[in-house]
Every structure is written in structure tokens, then in C-alpha cells.
């Protein structure tokens, strides 16, 4: 049963657009969210986070909305810059403890 | 500042044979867990400590044991490998808490043939 979902695998988007990368979850007890980014052969990179209590935080190009009603989060980039091709994780938690994570997505910068 | 450092960054087991993944961290975070990634999922917990002399399981902590004796390190043994644990191994740490955001090291990508 996955609790937390980025249903797609991949996304391709131009330099300088917006970039929207989604995360569903289904565990209404999740009370805080993150953003992680990952290059190839190198450890996740912490980005940004959310508490439920919020719907929506903002740092530099990177602003995450939450939609407790939806169980839906999204991250945003604007603008998308070629640094930005990564793969995303979003991840859940519900105690200090633990965190349940999505699959990834791998977001693609085009020039 | 080193930050978590994990070795090695590679290695190569045959099937039954035990080995440590070593994992330091010099920004004296309390907490610190291990995780694995699998091709095409997200990572899972496979043991965390809140602190020096306190280890707990996570989300698959079968063939794997911890130990923290000091607050730096965090070593991971794998007691009797088998191909099943064929997987990135990643060490990270925190200061508050998994809400605080972790610091991951680069990994260690692990085979068992």
C-alpha cells in the first residue's frame, strides 16, 4: 500500500517556465511534508518543507502548496533553470521519526 | 564542515558474507537513520537512532543491525548478505528530526551476487 505517490515518472519542461511536480498521499494523519532533490550518484538534498497546518511555503524559486482536503501536494519552480534537472522526492511523516516517501520524479530541463 | 560521510562508496559481496556501511557525521545531530533505494521506489527506513545508546527499527529492518555508541557514528551491519540486499544504502542525519530535513550522505551502492 503506498501511502505517498508521484504518479509520474517523468516531466519535461522549458527553461524558464514553471515547473509543477505533484505528490498525492492517503494517510490523513501525515502532519508534515518534504521536498528533497537527487543528482545521480549523490544522497537526496533536503529543499523545502510543509506543515499541515500551512497550505502553502515559500523559498527563493521553490514554493510547496498543500491541499489537506485533496490529500494533494505540489512543489513549484519558477523559474526552471538547467540546474533544476534532478529527481524529486516528496515525503511524508507523521512522527520525528519516520518518513514514507514517493517513488520520485525525474524533471528534465530543456534549453 | 564534512557533513555525514559514508564508506564505501562501492562494494561486492558474495551471498552469506557479513559486512559493516559506515556512516559518521560531524554537525553533532542527534538523530540519525539508514535507508535503502530500490529501483523505482522511494527510500525506506531501515533503522534510526534519536540519540548516543538508542537504535529503533524501521520500515524493513530484517537482515540488518545498528549500533550507536558515540553521537558521530552510526555503522550498519549486514549480518549474513543475500541477493535481496543488493541496493543504495544511504546514511543521513538531523538535528531536530525527520520535519527538520535530513543531511544524507552520498551512498553506498551495494551488489550481492
Known amino acids: 500500500d503506498q501511502q505517498v505517490k508521484q504518479n509520474s515518472p517523468s516531466l519535461s519542461v522549458q527553461e524558464g517556465r514553471i515547473s509543477i511536480l505533484n505528490c498525492d498521499y492517503t494517510n490523513s494523519m501525515f502532519d508534515y511534508f518534504l521536498w528533497y532533490k537527487k543528482y545521480p550518484a549523490e544522497g537526496p538534498t533536503f529543499l523545502i518543507s510543509i506543515s499541515s497546518i500551512k497550505d502553502k511555503n515559500e523559498d527563493g524559486r521553490f514554493t510547496v502548496f498543500l491541499n489537506k482536503s485533496a490529500k494533494h501536494l505540489s512543489l513549484h519552480i519558477v523559474p526552471s533553470q538547467p540546474g533544476d534537472s534532478a529527481v524529486y522526492f516528496c515525503?511524508?511523516?507523521?512522527?520525528?521519526?519516520?518518513?514514507?516517501w514517493g517513488a520520485g520524479t525525474k524533471l528534465i530541463i530543456k534549453p | 564542515n564534512a557533513g555525514v560521510t559514508q564508506t564505501p562508496k562501492f562494494q561486492v559481496l558474495k551471498t552469506g558474507q557479513s559486512m559493516t556501511l559506515q556512516c559518521a557525521q560531524d554537525m553533532n545531530h542527534e538523530y540519525m537513520s539508514w535507508y535503502r533505494q530500490d529501483p523505482g521506489m522511494g527510500l525506506r527506513l531501515i533503522h534510526y537512532s534519536v540519540g548516543a545508546g538508542i537504535t529503533d527499527q524501521g520500515e524493513v529492518p530484517n537482515g540488518y543491525n545498528v549500533s550507536r555508541s558515540t553521537t558521530e557514528d552510526f555503522p550498519l551491519r549486514l549480518l549474513s548478505a543475500a541477493p535481496s540486499q543488493t541496493s543504495v544504502y544511504f546514511c543521513a542525519s538531523s538535528l531536530l528530526g525527520a520535519g527538520d530535513g535530513y543531511t544524507f550522505g552520498s551512498g553506498t551502492r551495494l551488489t550481492v551476487v
Open positions: 515525503a511524508a511523516g507523521d512522527s520525528n521519526y519516520q518518513l514514507i
